[in-house]
């Protein structure tokens, strides 16, 4: 095919200025320098024995950094250089969808007027506030095919205990006492913790040599005690679950409930809704689908949608629109009751409705499209040189498997990822889903270019070449990052977590 | 047509070429018809960014609350403090913000350090030698404390004093759906935990907090002996900014702390992203929640920073790791070192302070007010509870009309069935940060002697 423009798009491995080490900012730290300043207040300044019991009072002055705000700033962009970040460059790390965050989305929820709102104001003088949850709420419900949606967990883990929890008062208003959830082996770790948190037992189902959901062997383990199974569609090898139907109606019979692990939603926004594919609870991760920003790990946000006869267990106070045209604060009438400690992560709320706003229902579906389309183009693109563990289209994600290269050049999954590193892209995700040997999986995103690809592409088959006449070099990568491979053992063998515990 | 996609319409068509494909229908050929959507989302078109903006614009001045308009008294676990430009602006480096959970050591070596200075800054303001890399808020920090209990004890029951903040009271009764755990709650009086009220027998925890919702001190060797008695582990949930000036968690003998962590760096952000604080002592460390930064070398001998003891978390221990926690609220923690760093060892302690200094003039102006009284007379830290001879919630909309937040009712956060307040609907909240001016204090006195008759 053509090429329109040269390949490109690599982000230098290396940190800005050499690979030296940093100081941590304790050692940075001179006594009696500093950098901060207050407000005059003209308040009395009685001294801490005067206004808090001695019995209260720490006797010792416990020890922060002191330096000044000029270090401060060098100290921590310099911390900035040594890292990673969507920003520089592709993150084809598959499942954590780490698309380009539009920088007006941040603009949008640094605005005080949604920032530097109290959490506890009287609903009266938040209604900006709760007028955005609803119209985000809706529009969630809208994407998903759901009739109703919590805000508040913080992340998809919590969404996640969050649906359980509901699946759990659901069944008990019924009288019903359920034990198990079903997983398949391909799921994503959290499942089966959030499982048990929620007080069910695990059941793990096989996946098929498709790697889809054995349907023979679902309906092996339904039964009674099922309250549930939890699925993500595309599953983790990012494959369509095509008999869906038939697992939803398979699960229903037997009185369970479907839940919808949204880590994947990305690869069918506007396309398919889980609940038409018959879902009835939905957690969605606005850090992947909604491209609001990661944070190095966190904050991320988890509504979880549901059908309507889960609505009244959903926790509140529920942000919702009354007769008269105003909002207020409503607790569903079962409500399990809340899950965060005020309204959820609000501001990752806020990014995530501006995101869909200007996207609107077609750029939705265009960024499905887009998601799909790179995903296959680069998995058909790299299909001589890494094959892919399934052999037939997938959707936003690929698993690619290394387990030729391991055989042939005792070069693993691992070294590959990180020689890549050094390519100037981020790695893909290794050794998941964990039916995969020597896993490799791209998620490359709807946001990366066409030469981004190529380029990603071109590092990938320079790596396979080094892999057969040099493979030490691929072993031993990266050796040109801020540091080179590092001392796990070690860290766990000999733990360090904190800088005090390094100096005992 | 406005969007974040690359491609031009001859690239696409190249691209499908590629796949033999002719249409980007065709990607989703497998998707069983039956079940895809014909007409597409009913949802408005794209819209451009400034169209966007000018939507957004009605949602900001709808809120009346923001700290442009009214001057804010409240607090209750998020407070309005001064967030200087410098952790502004470091903290919004796109290379913290935009990357993802450090699973590459090799290129992540800047968010690793600062987590690792993070979880030294939070081991020394809680006394204890383990903190992990922060979890999702205070709220939900604390029901990770009561499951590590009740993992380390194989006991049920947790034994939680009145004063813990009520919303995170009825977080943890909601997580307890699904674990099975007991709560007895030890009521207040005269603002203060009772804990001869309640049989401890068998408790996995006995979860006490300083300052307690109402703001006042209690003692905490009483809940640690409790613990103590009962072989029970003793949580101690914590304000930070009163942390290192108060006696530490790990000076009461706590086994976990748990605090809120938005008071350093993080705006007031309606209720969120927050930071969840989390500190124990060494014997807990293998059923800590979430991820834990260590220290090792490269293969060079230099000095670098990992994820470790990773076999608790999920991905690995499946059904049996100690927490489902995967992503956490790593920014805020980056920028709460960055906050801490700013500040430093006299800044923190001069800023805990002033916080102090402002509640105790603040509360001796109120208190000799008609209409106005103590809720108790123990000792206080950053904030207090008063009794108003007006409902609350009435006084407050009155303090609007002056242009003041002017506190938060004990009945919008415990509601009236809580029964650890006299009369809750009557009992105000009132914080003071540094930020608070002689001036904002007395207007508001003035203020407050009018809404209350």
Redesign the interface.
Known sequence: MTMRAQPGGRASSAPLLGNGTEPTIFEMSVAGRSAYQLRTTHIPAKTLEELVPSAHLNPDVVPLAEVSERDLVAHFTRLSHRQFAVDLGAYPLGSCTMKYNPKFCDSVAADPGLNSVHPGAPAALTQGWLRLMVDLEEKLCEVTGMAAATLQPSAGAAGELTGLLLMRAYHEARGDVRKRVIIPDSAHGTNPASVTLGGYEVTTIPSDERGLVDLDALKKVLGPDVAGIMLTNPNTVGLFEEEITEIAAAVHEVGGLLYYDGANLNAILGVVRPGDMGFDIVHMNLHKTFATPHGGGGPGAGPVAVAARLAEYLPGPKATKLADGTYDWVQPENSIGRVHGWHGNAMVLARALAYIDVHGGDGLTRVAQHAVLNANWLRHRLRHVLPAAYDRPCMHECVLTASAFKQQHSVKALDLAKRLMEKGFHAPTVYFPLIVDEALMFEPTETESLQTLEAMAQALEEIAVEAAETPDLVRNAPTATPVSRVDEARAARQLIPTEDAAQR | ????????S???V??????GLST?DD??????A????SQ??????????PD??D??????????????N?V?F?G???Y?H?V?A?VKM?G????????????????????L??I??Y???I???SGL???N??L?????ALVEAV?MAAGSTGRSKLVISAGV?P??R??V???A????HELVIAPLVNGITDWSAVDASDAAAIVAT?PNYLGF?E?LSVPKSLATQNDALFIACGDPVA??????AG?WGADIYVG?GQPFGT????????LGLFACTEAQ?RRLPG??????????G?????T????R?????????T??????????A?TA??Q????????????A??C???A??AYDQIVALDGVSAVSDQ?F?REFAVITSQPA?LV??RL?ADGF?GG?SAN??AGTKDGSLADPTHTLLISVT??????E?DSYAAALAKAVK
């Open positions: 047509m406005a969007d974040y996609l690359p491609h031009t001859e690239e696409v190249d691209m499908l070429d590629f796949l980007l990607l989703f050929a497998h998707v069983p039956a079940l895809r959507l597409g989302l009913d949802m408005a078109p794209g819209l451009s960014e966007v903006a939507i957004f614009a009605e949602y900001t001045s709808a809120n009346e609350a923001t700290l442009a009214l804010c409240a209750a676990g998020a309005d001064e200087p410098v470091l919004s480096r796109s290379e913290f913000v935009t990357a993802y959970t450090p699973y590459q050591p090799e290129v992540a070596q800047g968010i350090q600062a690792f200075e979880q030294t800054m081991s020394r303001l030698p383990i903190a890399a922060s999702y808020d205070g709220a939900t499951n903040h919303h995170w009825e977080t009764r909601t997580f759906q699904g674990t099975g300083y001190l003692d942390a290192g000036v108060l006696k530490t000076q809120e705006a007031l952000s309606f209720g969120g992203p927050y460390i991820r834990l930064v260590g220290e090792t070398v490269d293969t060079e230099r000095r670098a920073f990992v470790t003891l990773r076999a978390e999920q991905d690995i221990r499946r059904e049996k790791a927490s489902n926690v995967c992503t956490n609220q790593t920014l805020m980056v070192a960055i801490l760093s700013y500040l430093g060892t006299h800044g923190l302690r001069e800023v302070t002033r102090a200094q402002g105790r003039y000792p830290f919630d407050l909309e609007v937040l938060l919008s956060l540094e930020k608070r001016t002689k001036a204090i």
